[in-house]
């Protein structure tokens, strides 16, 4: 399984963008990347997935240079609502189901 | 639709008693995933089905953990002889499957875990 490396915390402030870089360097061929939102006292929230270059939805976008070594989940225009933890997560499977890894996340903090 | 349902919400027990606990997967959902996190934790993954077997079981913290799964459906995660580093939040997910977006889990309220 990949391993997967983010920054602990970060801080922003409304309105900002706000970019988190997570590296991956042993990332597998098959492998997609995958970002989650946890707000405290809930479960996680799936938000963007993605494998190569630029994939972009009503959330976010996630940025993937060629190499897949890295990846970079940004969101645009946060909120006080946005402040919350964010986990990357790498790996694959041929059947749908996998053992999912969650790192440590980086626990993002958006002052007004 | 209905997402992933967990029973009970909250569960206080007794050191050294046993408890079982409920997840009800989004219908439809292959895979099925069981995590636990302790407060300000990140999540540890125990264990995951496809259908109902669990191809990877070494998540598991100890051997007073077990799960099962029937009917590819519901799934139950039992602790045996509870001790008190079993209190925790447990928190299931399912997920498609296939290979469209394997990771796109939906994520039940979990379960909080009590051990007195």
């Known amino acids: 399984l990949a391993k997967t490396t983010q920054p602990i915390s970060m801080d922003s402030y409304e309105g900002q963008e706000v970019n988190i870089t997570c590296s991956h360097n042993?990332?597998?061929?098959?492998?997609?990347i995958t970002w989650y939102q946890q707000f405290p006292s809930q479960g996680p929230r799936f938000i963007i997935q993605g494998y190569k270059t630029k994939v972009t939805n009503e959330v976010a976008s996630l940025f993937i240079p060629a190499d897949r070594k890295s990846s970079t989940l940004s969101l645009p225009r946060v909120s006080l609502s946005d402040t919350a933890v964010y986990y990357c997560l790498v790996g694959a499977s041929n059947t749908g189901g996998f053992k999912t890894i969650f790192g440590a996340g980086t626990r993002l903090f958006v002052k007004a | 639709g209905a997402g992933v349902s967990q029973s009970p919400s909250n569960k206080v027990t007794e050191k050294g008693k046993d408890v079982e606990l409920r997840c009800d997967p989004i219908s439809g959902h292959t895979a099925l995933y069981w995590y636990r996190q302790s407060l300000g934790q990140g999540l540890e993954f125990l264990i995951y089905?496809?259908?109902?077997?669990?191809?990877?079981k070494s998540g598991l913290p100890s051997d007073r953990f077990s799960a099962e799964r029937t009917g590819g459906s519901v799934s139950t995660l039992t602790i045996q002889r509870t001790q008190q580093e079993d209190s925790a939040v447990y928190l299931c997910a399912s997920s498609l499957g296939g290979l469209a977006k394997p990771y796109e889990q939906y994520f039940g309220p979990g379960t909080r875990l009590t051990v007195t």
């Open positions: 089905f496809q259908g109902n077997s669990a191809p990877d």
């Open positions: 042993n990332i597998a061929t098959n492998d997609y």
